[in-house]
C-alpha cells in the first residue's frame, strides 16, 4: 500500500494548462463585448430626463442616433457638442446614408421648449421621420 509522502509531492514541476485558461479569456471577452452592445446606451450625466408613468423599453437600432439637449440648447452626439447648424448638417449625412435614420431626443426636464422644436425642425428638414424621445420611470 502507497503512503503519501509531502517530501516527494513537491519534487514534480507544476504544469499550467494555457489552452483552457485562453478559452476562458475568450468567453469573458465575448460576454462584455455582447454586454456593452446591449448597453450601449448614450448617457450625458448631466441631464436628466422627465419622468413618465407610461413609459415602455425601447429597442434601438443599430443606426439610432441619440441626441442629448441639455438646458443650456447645445446638442451633445457621442460626447461631441453641436450647434444647430452642425447639428443640421451631420442629420444630412446621416439621413444621406441611411433613409431610415431613426433618432431618440434625450432632453433634460429643464431645456426649453424651443430647443425640442429646434431639433424636431432639423430632423424634418432632413427627412428624419422616426423620432422617439428619451424618459424615465416615474410619476
Known amino acids: 500500500m502507497s503512503r503519501f509522502d509531502p517530501k516527494n509531492a513537491y519534487d514534480r514541476p507544476v504544469i499550467i494548462q494555457m489552452v483552457p485558461l485562453i478559452d476562458i479569456m475568450f468567453f469573458a471577452l465575448v460576454f462584455f463585448m455582447i454586454l456593452s452592445a446591449y448597453y450601449h446606451v448614450e448617457s450625458q450625466l448631466d441631464i436628466t430626463v422627465p419622468k413618465s408613468a407610461q413609459n415602455t423599453d425601447a429597442v434601438n437600432a443599430p443606426n439610432t442616433v441619440v441626441i442629448n439637449v441639455n438646458a443650456t440648447g447645445s446638442y451633445i452626439i457621442n460626447g461631441e457638442t453641436y450647434n444647430v447648424d452642425g447639428l443640421d448638417g ?18 433634460d426636464e429643464k431645456t426649453f421648449h424651443k430647443y425640442i422644436i429646434e431639433t424636431l425642425d432639423i430632423c424634418a428638414r432632413n427627412g428624419i421621420q422616426d423620432i422617439s424621445f428619451a424618459t424615465s420611470e416615474g410619476q
Not at 451631420?90 to 432632453?107: F, T, Y
Open 90 to 107: 451631420m442629420l444630412k449625412k446621416l439621413s444621406a446614408l441611411s433613409h431610415d435614420q431613426a433618432v431618440i431626443i434625450r432632453a
